[in-house]
Structure formats: C-alpha cells, structure tokens
C-alpha cells in the first residue's frame, strides 16, 4: 500500500478537522438545525456521521464548505480548525483556495451535480486548472490518469463525453475522480450512494474506499446506512434532530451502543439470516425545528425518558472509564443496563 | 446537423402556405375595393372594368390565388397597385434598412437586458435587483412612441446632438447612418431589453439552484467564474430562444417608431400599403416577414441545438 505515513494506521497526533460547537439556524425558525455539534477526523481516518434525513448531517458538511446558502442559513457559533485555520472564518476567497484543493466535496445526486454543457474531461481538468499551476495539456492528462483511477471504461473516449451520455453510476465515478484531482486531505462524502442502484452502491463505496488507502485522504462520510457504516467508518457520530447523540469509535459503538436512539436505529436494521417477525422500528417522528421540545430531543420518542431528560439537553460525555475513551454519549440514563437493569440489552 | 436543418425547413413549408392562403384571404375579406383607389377621382365604368381585368379581380377568388402563389414561386411578388413598381423591389430597398434598425436594437437590447438579468439574478432581493426591476417595469410599460417623441425632443431638439429624422444607408455614410439610427434602436431597443432582462433573470434563478453550481463552488471556482461559466451558459439556452425571436419581430418592421423617426423601413411600407389598399405590397411585406419569422425561429433552433450537447444527440 503506497504513501503509509498519512495512511489509516499511523499519525495519531493533531485532527486534520476539529469541529467545534457548531450551531446553525435557518431564519425564521424556532430552533437550531444544527445545534452545538463537535466532531473530529484525523489524518487518513473516516468519520462516518448517521441519522435521518433532516437531522442536520448534510448541513453540518455543507457549513464545512461554505456552500450554505447564507441567508437563508446562519452560523451562531463555532469552529471549523483545518490546518490551523478556522474554515467557518475565512472570507469568500481563501475558502476558494481551500476547496477542491485541500477539502473536496462529492455529493448525493450524480446525475445533476455535474454541469451538463461541459464534458466530463473539460469538468475535471478545470479543477486541476484552478489550483495547480499547470497547462491545459497536462490538466487533460490528468483528468485522464483520474477518470482511469476510478475506473471508468474506456477513459479516453469518456473524456468527451457529456454527463447525459453517462450512467448514474458512472456520473459519480467521474465526480470522486473530480474531487480527488488533487489530492486533497480531507473529501466529504453526503450519501454519495443513496441515489444509485443497490450494487452500484457497493462498488462506488469499494471506490472509495481503496482510493482513499491509495492516497491517504481522510473522509467524512454522511449516510443513513449503518451497513455502509459498520464497513468503512473508523469512528461513528449519531446525529438526532440538529446534536450528536453519541460517538465513538465504530467498534465500541456498534457493540456497544448506549443512546436509545442508537439502540433503535441498530435493531431497526434487518439482517440477513434470522427473521424475527416484524422489524423493529423507533416510534414518533422526528420533531421538526418549529417543534422541538426542550431538553433533550430524542425524549418524546424514548421509551426510557424522564423528567430530567425533559428539563435540560444532556452533554456528550463519557459513560464509564472501562469503555474506549473515544465514546461519548448524550444521555442522562446512560449506561442503560445499569440504570434499568438490562431492559436495553 | 444538416439533416437536423433540411427537416426544420421541410416543416417550415407548410407554415408558409398555410401564411399565403391567411394573409391572401384576410386582404380579401377587408371592406374596401382596390380598383376604386386605383382609379381615383374619375371613377368611370370603364377604367374600372380595364383595372378590374388587369389585375385578375373580376377571376374567382380560388384563381386570384393561384394566380398570386404561380407568382410568387417565379419570384414575382406582383406590382405595387399605387406605384406600379414591382413589390419584390419594393421590399429589396426597405429591407436593408429594416435590418439595420433590428440589429442596431437587439445589440442595445442584449448589451442592456443580459447583464441587468444576471445581475439582478445574483443580487435577488437587494436594491440591485430592485431597481433592475423598476427599470425593466418602465421599459415594458413607457410606451415607445412616447420614449420616441421625448428622445427626440431633448436629444435633437434641446441638445442639437442627433439628427431628429431621416435616413441614410450606412453603405454610403457610415457615420451618418449611425446617427439617424440609433435613437430609434435605442427606443426599440429599451423595450426589448426589459423582455429580456426578465428572462435571463427568471432562467439565472432557476439555474443558480443547480446541483452543478453548487459543484463549481465547491471546486474552489471564483464567484465570477461560476456565475458566468456555469450558470450562465446554461441559463443562456431559453434567452437564446426568446432573443431569435424578438429579432425575428423586429424584422416585421417597427411600425410607430418607423413613423415617428421617419424611417424608410418595412414597418412605414406596410402602413402605407394598408392606407391606400395596396394590398400587393400588403401581401407581399407579410408573407416577407412570416417568412423572416420562420428563419429566425430556425435559427434559434439551431443555436439551441450547438449550444445544448443535450439535444445534440437527441436530434
């Protein structure tokens, strides 16, 4: 495997992105869409973030880009430190620099995130222009040795295709080949795979994943997928209606999830084998941001909830010291087993 | 392309026969006899009777016709009723003219209209788009012999800068011709650039939206470039369209500032015809124009094509 100094194993000093107690509202709403989330990524590493849709995952990675429409959007508080810069406190020029060059971006829908009137090699070799002082030639050779990294058939003559004339699939090949043009440290990913086919699905994430061993790029992956989860994140973050309800690393949090919301989500999950009649679901809805209640917000639909859970949100914190000390959860009954004497396990 | 092009024409005849048989047949269905005007003051019998058999109009109405298409196919478009000049001469000098004062117009127009819609697109809801806006609602709603009349007053009259009349071809006197024209361009022109402007505006809103603009900036792409190079272009493909098409208006001929700046151009010609029921001349400048129309809707299907890879191989 090439290039392991930045590879998964090694560098376990600074985060590559630290993202501190960001809160994000809409106007006009009653509470924040994304309220106080911290999240970190190290070098190489991925960090995958879960929950449902509208919880706040894919404007949490889009604030990150500065591509949030502001307004309508409003960052209240936080930071985003990436290389010793704050990304939410650049100006519109320096995240300029940054984009597609040092964090790039794929996104859910392949088939409109491409421009239709340019070709594909024309798309790619135009970020490779932005940031790299180099000719057009090489620019297209590039697009060319990057289309054939992630293995587009017959690269040379998809070069000049247009989008229309490509699959789904192949549209978002051509989209990770553009975003990792130029080798950048950090890629995010939101739910690159919801939009495409089921076996499509795994090899874009195959894609991905071996792209990423291949350049060491550290990814943050947003998905609702707790399989695509499970298979390639190194570390979790739960997000619930605008919070993180718990992280961690993926092993401690898949064996041991300790937020009743990750409780539901993981037995909602059907697996293959053993059928045990209706699959299990997390009753309620998701509070919209006009009706989110007070304290902690997964309450209303938590089968454990008190009045304490009602009254303030509960921090992120860690539960016990005999777990992995990465794993924090947001819940005042937590661990459940010994609040409730094993009604969880 | 050039098959795409043979068949856009094959259906466009259809179009001009079904334009001949309308416009011969509203001529005919106006109140008013053509021989009478002819004839002038003395209207004895048998002058009447002479125009009537010299012109076909004592033939049945489905021979007249017949009579009229024969003519047209040899390129004869019949003679002027009032001046007994051929019409297809008639049409050869105004058209020129014609099409200096559109080209003059759409060129104001898209200098004007293009850049406020993608400014006031960008800067929706901010006092530029507001008074891009204003200016657009005033260029619809001022009514152009008016602006015509105001130009004329203050930049001809008041300030002595332009000739306030007139026309010279800018083959003989470039400078001249300029002069005369672009009051009247401008007029033509404002009117134009507000349909314009609400267009690109309305298409760069859609546009803006796009998953692939969120793309560009994600690409690290200025602002400018993503405005214009992703955004624009693709916005350009329905403004295209509508700018074809207003020139093609254009080319019918702009019938009250033709006549306020007295300009010799098509829309003059068809009012004069009308007035003194030369409905020769009437004829042929409508058939002329519906087929300009044609041409132009041609073209900007045409354009619409090269400009969309999209349709490049649906076609």
Same mark, same amino acid.
């Given at each position: 495997?090439?290039?392991?100094?930045?590879?998964?194993?090694?560098?376990?000093?600074?985060?590559?992105?630290?993202?501190?107690?960001?809160?994000?509202?809409?106007?006009?709403?009653?509470?924040?869409?994304? #309220?106080?989330?911290?999240?970190?990524?190290?070098?190489?590493?991925?960090?995958?973030?879960?929950?449902?849709?509208?919880?706040?995952?894919?404007?949490?990675?889009?604030?990150?880009?500065?591509?949030?429409?502001?307004?309508?959007? =409003?960052?209240?508080?936080?930071?985003?430190?990436? =290389?010793?810069?704050?990304?939410?406190?650049?100006?519109?020029?320096?995240?300029?620099?940054?984009? $597609?060059?040092?964090?790039?971006?794929?996104?859910?829908?392949?088939?409109?995130?491409?421009?239709?009137?340019?070709? *594909?090699?024309?798309?790619?070799?135009?970020?490779?222009?932005?940031?790299?002082?180099? $000719?057009?030639?090489?620019?297209?050779?590039?697009?060319?040795?990057?289309?054939?990294?992630?293995?587009?058939?017959?690269?040379?003559?998809?070069?000049?295709?247009?989008?229309?004339?490509?699959?789904?699939? +192949?549209?978002?090949?051509?989209?990770?080949?553009?975003?990792?043009?130029? #080798?950048?440290?950090?890629?995010?990913?939101?739910?690159?795979?919801?939009?495409?086919?089921?076996?499509?699905?795994?090899?874009?994430?195959?894609?991905?994943?071996?792209?990423?061993?291949?350049?060491?790029?550290?990814?943050?992956?947003?998905?609702?997928?707790?399989?695509?989860?499970?298979?390639?994140?190194?570390?979790?973050?739960?997000?619930?209606?605008?919070?993180?309800?718990?992280?961690?690393?993926?092993?401690?949090?898949?064996?041991?999830?300790?937020?009743?919301?990750?409780?539901?989500? +993981?037995?909602? *999950?059907?697996?293959?084998?053993?059928?045990?009649?209706?699959?299990?679901?997390?009753?309620? +809805?998701?509070?919209?941001?006009?009706?989110?209640?007070?304290?902690?917000?997964?309450?209303?639909?938590?089968?454990?909830?008190?009045?304490?859970?009602?009254?303030?949100?509960?921090?992120?914190?860690?539960?016990?010291?005999?777990?992995?000390?990465?794993?924090?959860?947001?819940?005042?009954?937590?661990?459940?087993?010994?609040?409730?004497?094993?009604?969880?396990? | 392309?050039?098959?795409?092009?043979?068949?856009?024409?094959?259906?466009?005849?259809?179009?001009?026969?079904?334009?001949?048989?309308?416009?011969?047949?509203?001529?005919?269905?106006?109140?008013?006899?053509?021989?009478?005007?002819?004839?002038?003051?003395?209207?004895?019998?048998?002058?009447?009777?002479?125009?009537?058999?010299?012109?076909?109009?004592?033939?049945?109405?489905?021979?007249?016709?017949?009579?009229?298409?024969?003519?047209?196919?040899?390129?004869?478009?019949?003679?002027?009723?009032?001046?007994?000049?051929?019409?297809?001469?008639?049409?050869?000098?105004?058209?020129?003219?014609?099409?200096?004062?559109?080209?003059?117009?759409?060129?104001?127009? /898209?200098?004007?209209?293009?850049?406020?819609?993608?400014?006031?697109?960008?800067?929706?809801?901010?006092?530029?788009?507001?008074?891009?806006?204003?200016?657009?609602?005033?260029?619809?709603?001022?009514?152009?012999?008016?602006?015509?009349? /105001?130009?004329?007053?203050?930049?001809?009259?008041? %300030?002595?800068?332009?000739?306030?009349?007139?026309?010279?071809?800018?083959? @003989?006197?470039?400078?001249?011709?300029?002069?005369?024209?672009?009051?009247?361009?401008?007029?033509?022109?404002?009117?134009?650039?507000?349909?314009? /402007?609400?267009?690109?505006?309305?298409?760069?809103?859609?546009?803006?939206?796009?998953?692939?603009?969120?793309?560009?900036?994600?690409?690290?792409?200025?602002?400018?470039? @993503?405005?214009?190079?992703?955004?624009?272009?693709?916005?350009?493909?329905?403004? @295209?369209?509508?700018?074809?098409?207003?020139?093609?208006?254009? %080319?019918?001929?702009?019938?009250?500032?033709?006549?306020?700046?007295?300009?010799?151009?098509?829309?003059?010609?068809? @009012?004069?015809?009308?007035?003194?029921?030369?409905?020769?001349?009437?004829?042929?400048?409508?058939?002329?124009?519906?087929?300009?129309?044609?041409? /132009?809707?041609?073209?900007?299907?045409?354009?619409?094509? %090269?400009?969309?890879?999209?349709?490049?191989?649906?076609?």
């Amino acid at each position: 495997m090439p290039s392991d100094e930045t590879g998964r194993a090694g560098s376990p000093g600074e985060p590559l992105l630290t993202l501190d107690g960001l809160s994000i509202r809409f106007k006009g709403a009653q509470a924040n869409v994304v #309220d106080g989330v911290s999240l970190s990524v190290n070098p190489g590493e991925t960090l995958c973030i879960v929950g449902e849709s509208g919880c706040g995952k894919s404007v949490t990675a889009l604030s990150l880009m500065g591509l949030l429409p502001v307004p309508p959007a =409003e960052i209240l508080s936080g930071r985003a430190m990436f =290389e010793g810069r704050d990304l939410l406190g650049l100006t519109r020029r320096e995240l300029g620099e940054i984009r $597609g060059d040092r964090v790039s971006m794929i996104f859910q829908e392949p088939m409109t995130s491409l421009n239709p009137v340019y070709t *594909v090699g024309d798309q790619i070799a135009e970020i490779v222009l932005r940031h790299r002082r180099i $000719g057009k030639r090489e620019a297209r050779a590039r697009a060319l040795e990057m289309l054939r990294r992630v293995k587009v058939p017959a690269p040379e003559k998809r070069l000049d295709d247009y989008p229309h004339q490509l699959s789904g699939g +192949m549209r978002q090949r051509v989209m990770i080949a553009m975003a990792l043009a130029n #080798d950048p440290q950090l890629l995010i990913a939101d739910e690159p795979t919801t939009a495409l086919d089921v076996t499509i699905q795994a090899q874009i994430l195959d894609l991905i994943r071996t792209l990423q061993d291949e350049s060491g790029t550290a990814l943050i992956l947003i998905t609702h997928d707790l399989g695509v989860v499970a298979e390639i994140a190194d570390t979790v973050a739960v997000m619930y209606a605008g919070r993180v309800v718990e992280q961690g690393s993926v092993t401690s949090v898949f064996d041991d999830p300790q937020h009743p919301y990750t409780i539901g989500l +993981m037995s909602s *999950v059907p697996s293959l084998g053993k059928r045990t009649g209706s699959l299990a679901t997390v009753p309620g +809805m998701v509070p919209t941001v006009d009706t989110m209640p007070d304290g902690c917000r997964f309450a209303p639909r938590c089968p454990f909830a008190s009045e304490a859970c009602r009254r303030e949100a509960p921090p992120l914190r860690r539960v016990d010291a005999s777990q992995a000390p990465g794993h924090r959860v947001a819940c005042v009954h937590a661990p459940l087993e010994t609040t409730f004497g094993g009604v969880a396990a | 392309m050039l098959a795409f092009i043979a068949r856009r024409l094959l259906i466009a005849l259809p179009t001009l026969v079904l334009v001949s048989i309308f416009v011969f047949t509203l001529q005919k269905l106006l109140p008013g006899d053509p021989a009478l005007v002819l004839a002038g003051e003395e209207r004895d019998p048998e002058t009447l009777a002479f125009i009537r058999e010299k012109y076909h109009l004592n033939e049945p109405i489905l021979y007249q016709y017949f009579y009229w298409v024969g003519g047209l196919l040899q390129g004869d478009l019949g003679v002027s009723l009032r001046t007994n000049q051929p019409v297809l001469s008639l049409i050869a000098d105004k058209l020129p003219v014609t099409i200096q004062l559109a080209v003059m117009a759409m060129i104001i127009a /898209m200098a004007i209209g293009i850049p406020t819609g993608i400014l006031s697109a960008v800067k929706k809801g901010g006092p530029v788009d507001y008074i891009a806006n204003f200016l657009a609602l005033s260029g619809l709603s001022i009514p152009n012999f008016w602006l015509g009349i /105001m130009l004329i007053l203050l930049v001809s009259v008041n %300030l002595g800068w332009l000739p306030a009349s007139g026309y010279e071809s800018i083959f @003989v006197d470039p400078v001249r011709s300029l002069e005369t024209m672009i009051m009247p361009a401008f007029v033509l022109g404002t009117a134009l650039a507000a349909t314009l /402007m609400r267009h690109t505006r309305s298409a760069m809103l859609g546009v803006l939206k796009a998953d692939y603009v969120r793309t560009a900036r994600a690409k690290g792409l200025s602002e400018r470039v @993503v405005v214009i190079k992703h955004a624009f272009r693709n916005a350009l493909l329905p403004v @295209v369209t509508l700018g074809a098409l207003l020139f093609g208006e254009l %080319l019918a001929g702009a019938v009250l500032t033709e006549q306020i700046f007295t300009i010799p151009g098509f829309g003059k010609l068809i @009012v004069d015809a009308v007035f003194t029921r030369d409905y020769a001349v009437v004829q042929g400048v409508v058939l002329c124009t519906a087929a300009g129309f044609i041409l /132009m809707n041609l073209i900007a299907d045409v354009l619409y094509v %090269l400009l969309n890879p999209r349709m490049r191989n649906a076609q």
